[in-house]
């Protein structure tokens, strides 16, 4: 299919059929990153709206949007990061894809180098920095490397589609400060349109 023409509804029949046959994980990310590279290649695959800042509330320059929920748990959420944007290091608890379609992201890796012994305590060492551009596509793997704090370290927005394999605001997660090693559990809240239809 061209990507002139793949929209939200491919991907999420794609991804559903994918999801179906029961992947491995790499087939999962192999597979899937491949739908969601031709999403975000095409322009017009996301409503306008869902690229825009929300404008208001305590975050003007922020926007996060859920585009798909289903049942099976695959959830498709376009964010975007204002100029210095940033969230604090956490995790995800599900497998995850990040495409941008727009601008460019800086995402900073972590894992976790204490026993996971100590309740509300860890220690994180940095892996690695990454700069994302529009047509790729970050992974979020379960356990082993799904520790992240993002940043728009530049001048404009930044849009992205997320796509998890959980319904976010149903998994307990947990924030990590760097300067204190204290862990807070959080839970994703409603997102911008969701809280529009109120
Ligand atoms: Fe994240």
Same mark, same amino acid.
């Given at each position: *299919?061209?990507?002139? !023409? !793949? &929209? ?6 794609? *991804?559903?059929?994918?999801l ?15 739908? #969601?590279?031709?999403?975000? $290649?095409n ?8 690229? #825009?800042?929300?404008g208001? +509330?305590?975050r003007?320059?922020?926007?996060s !949007? ?12 376009s964010?975007?990061? &204002? ?9 995800? $608890?599900?497998? +995850? ?26 220690? #994180? ?9 529009? +047509? ?15 940043d ?9 589609i997320?796509?998890? +394999? ?25 997102y ?5 239809c109120?």
């Open positions: *299919m061209s990507n002139l !023409y !793949y &929209g939200l509804d491919d991907f999420v029949s794609d *991804m559903n059929n994918l179906a046959l029961g992947p491995t994980q790499q087939s999962l990310f192999d597979r899937g990153s491949r739908y #969601l590279k031709q999403l975000i $290649l322009p017009n695959s996301i409503e306008e709206t869902f690229k #825009l800042p929300y208001k +509330g305590p003007p320059f922020h926007g !949007y859920l585009l798909h929920r289903g049942t099976n748990g695959l959830s498709i959420i964010i975007v990061w &204002g100029p210095g944007d940033h969230i604090d290091p956490h995790d995800h $608890l599900t497998w +995850g894809m990040i495409g941008v379609m727009e601008n460019c992201l800086t995402e900073t890796r972590f894992k976790r180098i204490d026993n996971h012994k100590r309740n509300g305590f860890a220690m #994180l060492e940095k892996t690695r920095v990454d700069k994302t551009r529009p +047509g790729e596509i970050s992974l979020l793997v379960p356990l082993s490397d799904e520790i992240h704090q993002i728009n370290e530049t001048d404009r927005p930044t849009v992205e997320h796509v998890y +394999g959980e319904d976010l605001s149903k998994l307990n997660r947990h924030k990590f400060d760097l300067k204190t090693n204290v862990v807070t559990d959080f839970k994703s809240g409603k911008d349109n969701e809280l529009r109120r």
